[in-house]
């Protein structure tokens, strides 16, 4: 699942669609039940810099992630995140919403995978920083687009060991 702004989240998704052959589809529409129903969710979202505690992407995941997935039971699920963001314009808050999707799912009781390195992003602070690792993966479109294929990849292959269901 994925929310679009720029369209990046979008093509994101289509990298990791090619590498599993599962289908991307947007949050609008997703229910709690049909998370329930699954093993395993990817969900990729766009940045976000408004200021604002919550509501403030400006696509289909702000209702979503604050109505819908509260009532999520997720325990047992295992979920892999990604996102979009520009490093170099937004350093001191790269890819944010990522970690507080992270937060999200983690509060649903759902353990998120694919976490990955800093390494190779130039970046000061970011909420999807988890003991020195991203919480997912984090794609800048604007300043290393021509290295998000190969992490998609990567990226792909170690979500299969980690035993997300692909």
Partial sequence: MRARRSGN?????????????????GVAGVTAADLEACDSIIVGA?????GADDMRSGTDIDSWLYDVLPSADLKGKKVALFGCG???????????SVGELYDCFTARGATVVGFTSQDDYEHYESKAVRDDMFCGLLCDEQ????????????????????????
């Fill in 46 to 50: 766009p940045t976000w810099n408004t």
């Fill in 9 to 25: 989240t979008e093509r994101i998704a289509g990298y990791i669609s090619d590498q599993t052959g599962a289908s991307p589809e």
């Fill in 143 to 166: 300043n290393q687009m021509d290295m998000s294929e190969q992490r998609v990849a990567d990226w792909v292959e170690q979500l299969k060991g980690e035993g997300l269901a692909l």
């Fill in 86 to 96: 520009d490093q170099a314009g937004y350093s001191g808050n790269f890819c944010d």
